[in-house]
């Protein structure tokens, strides 16, 4: 395998005789024979090693580490259930993805819930299961938080999400920590002194941290730093108030490789400079070391996944472009046509032929914008040839839609030569399921 594809393939990844990628000891021939196309493939032993590499790379510099994965990124109960195995925790932002966690018996004190509307009953819910802390993202949802946790004459752990003010330097559309944003309270402008006020008054809140996340996928490594001792320095300005930060979050954001030479920092140097500025900052201010939770999402799943598609038309317009188009598109991966997200393309049945020719991976969805990969670089290809995706695991399926009335795709675990599938590709049946006549 040309080693340049390293960086963005599964640990398990290899091409055999053939000339076909395996992953997780199967070829993926093999695999979209026997699951079909569009096809969602997890290699088990990445998902497995990254979960370790966050909590090894963490806790040796910071021993009160806490490694929760955000759901968002993609939620599943085998993945749960892993995830669980592994001892991370689990962030949550909707009431469905509680409802998941809830369904595979996840350790209620190791949930976290985010979002920045969350309603009436998805908060009643998030009582209901005793779960770790709500992270409350406004002054309207504390006071309705105080008033749901004191009519059951209960006291629920919250950790307030501040506003920083720190650009990372992502895209508009997944940058969340500056003061323009729909996610967290400014420290700017006043309001998230308000709200620490309004949480330290709360006979039946408990104030036990902080928290920020500034975006996603954060290359650079200045940010955190930045951000930390900005809240750091808004947290030393309540001890005098009784504060005591127990938690503290920087959120998640690490990025992973998508393109063979766009290389993210490691899961070390993230660490290294998290904890750093943790330490640090808590020095000068003289605050106790609280406890550190990390958020990754995007960084557990997405090298895991790799998204297999099979070749169908051809459309070559002469000298303009050609067009592959492929069985999946924004139907199952809407990010390149939502923000411009780019990744590499693989002939995943002839790894071993030279790259010759540039070609657009075309989906099949009624859009024009419907384009997988622009300008790929690949040996010839023909109609049912197979094309692999890869990095494709958050973001994707999790975004996934039914548009064109597509069902969506399968998703497999591959390990060992064995694969199991975690969940089942839709029906046309599941498509009409709940319309009503
Ligand atoms: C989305 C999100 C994350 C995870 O972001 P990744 O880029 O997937 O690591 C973590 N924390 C919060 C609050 C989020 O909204």
């Not at 070559?316 to 393309?345: F, H, K, S």
């Amino acid at each position: 395998m040309d080693p340049s594809l390293k960086p963005v393939l599964p640990d398990t990844a290899h091409v055999n005789a053939k000339g076909h990628l395996v992953l997780g000891g199967c070829d993926v021939a093999d695999l979209a024979k026997e699951f079909g196309t569009p096809l969602y493939v997890f290699d088990e032993a990445t998902l497995r090693k990254r979960c370790r590499a966050f909590l090894q790379e963490f806790r040796s510099r910071y021993p009160a580490t806490q490694v929760v994965y955000a759901s968002k990124a993609f939620s599943n109960v085998a993945l749960a259930r892993l995830l669980q195995e592994e001892g991370l925790g689990l962030d949550v932002v909707s009431g469905g993805e509680l409802a998941l966690a809830r369904r595979v018996e996840f350790p209620a004190e190791r949930i976290y819930f985010h979002g920045n509307n969350k309603s009436v009953e998805e908060l009643r819910m998030a009582l209901e299961y005793r779960i770790g802390a709500v992270v409350v993202d406004g002054l309207g949802e504390l006071e309705l938080l105080e008033r749901l946790a004191a009519g059951w004459g209960m006291t629920q752990d919250v950790m307030l999400r501040v506003s920083p003010g720190v650009d990372p330097h992502t895209h508009a559309h997944t940058t969340t920590g500056i003061l323009d944003s729909k996610f967290g309270i400014p420290i700017q402008t006043g309001q998230a002194e308000e709200a620490m006020k309004a949480a330290l008054r709360s006979p039946h809140l408990n104030l036990v941290g902080l928290h920020f996340h500034l975006g996603s996928p954060i290359f650079e490594l200045e940010p955190y730093r930045v951000a930390i001792k900005v809240v750091l320095e808004f947290a030393a300005s309540f001890t005098r108030q009784g504060f005591q930060m127990r938690a503290f979050s920087p959120g998640g954001g690490f990025a992973i490789a998508y393109l063979r030479d766009t290389l993210p920092p490691e899961i070390g140097e993230y660490a290294h400079v998290i904890t750093g500025a943790l330490r640090e900052g808590c020095e000068r201010h003289g605050l106790p070391l609280p406890q550190l939770v990390v958020e990754p999402g995007r960084a557990i799943v997405g090298p895991a996944g790799v998204a297999l598609y099979t070749v169908g038309a051809i459309k070559e317009v002469p000298g303009v472009r050609t067009y592959v188009a492929v069985d999946g598109g924004m139907g199952d991966n809407i990010r390149p046509a939502l923000y411009g997200a780019q990744y590499e393309a693989l002939l995943a049945n002839h790894m071993d032929e030279a790259d010759e020719q540039r070609v657009t991976i075309a989906g099949k969805y009624c859009e024009s914008g419907d384009v997988l990969v622009r300008d790929a670089l690949l040996p010839p290809v023909r109609s049912g040839d197979l094309i692999a995706m890869p990095a494709a695991g958050a973001y994707a399926p999790a975004m996934s839609n039914n548009y064109n009335m597509a069902p969506r795709p399968a998703i497999v675990m591959v390990k060992d030569g064995k694969a199991r599938l975690i969940r089942r590709r839709e029906t046309y049946e599941d498509l009409m399921a709940s319309d009503v006549l």
